[in-house]
Structures are given as structure tokens and as C-alpha cells.
């Protein structure tokens, strides 16, 4: 497991928060939109992980590697990529 592997899951939590979000509300918010919540809780474990370690986050980030940093960067590039996708 890479030593940033709670901030991965954090990371991860927030990429399935915004492209949900994102999808669910690009074209404004509607009573139909409520179906999204079944979405979220389909992810529920990607929440439960990311909250179980998220105080462990703050350490992770106090000693990173170049390699890890490039780990971070990518995460954030494919949020990025995905929640377009979803535009």
C-alpha cells in the first residue's frame, strides 16, 4: 500500500462526491435528482474508508516523496478528467 493511502481514499471519496454531484445537478436541481442519494449510498464504502483514516491525512502530507506527489497530482488530474466527463 503507497504511504498516502488515506489521502488516496480521501481523494477518492471526493471524486465520487463530484461527479456524482456533478451529473446529478448540471441541469439545476429537480425533484427527480433525489435518485442521486441512492448513487451515494450505492458508495457508501468509499465514504466509510475515507472517513476512517482521514486523521491520519495531516501525517501522510509531513513526509511526502516526489513519487507520492506525482500519485496526488495524478488523483487530482483524473477527478478532474471525470467530473468533465460527466459535464
Do not use: H, R, W
Request: aromatic share 6%; hydrophobic share 45%; glycine share 4%.
Amino acid at each position: 500500500m503507497p504511504a498516502i493511502k488515506e489521502t488516496l481514499e480521501v481523494l477518492e471519496a471526493v471524486k465520487t462526491i463530484a461527479v456524482i454531484g456533478t451529473k446529478t445537478f448540471k441541469d439545476g436541481v429537480q425533484i427527480s435528482d433525489l435518485g442521486a442519494l441512492s448513487e451515494l449510498a450505492a458508495n457508501f464504502s468509499v465514504f466509510s474508508e475515507a472517513v476512517k483514516g482521514i486523521d491520519q491525512v495531516d501525517d501522510e502530507f509531513k513526509d511526502l516523496s516526489q513519487e507520492e506527489i506525482l500519485q496526488l497530482i495524478n488523483k487530482i488530474f483524473e477527478i478532474v478528467k471525470d467530473v468533465k466527463e460527466v459535464l
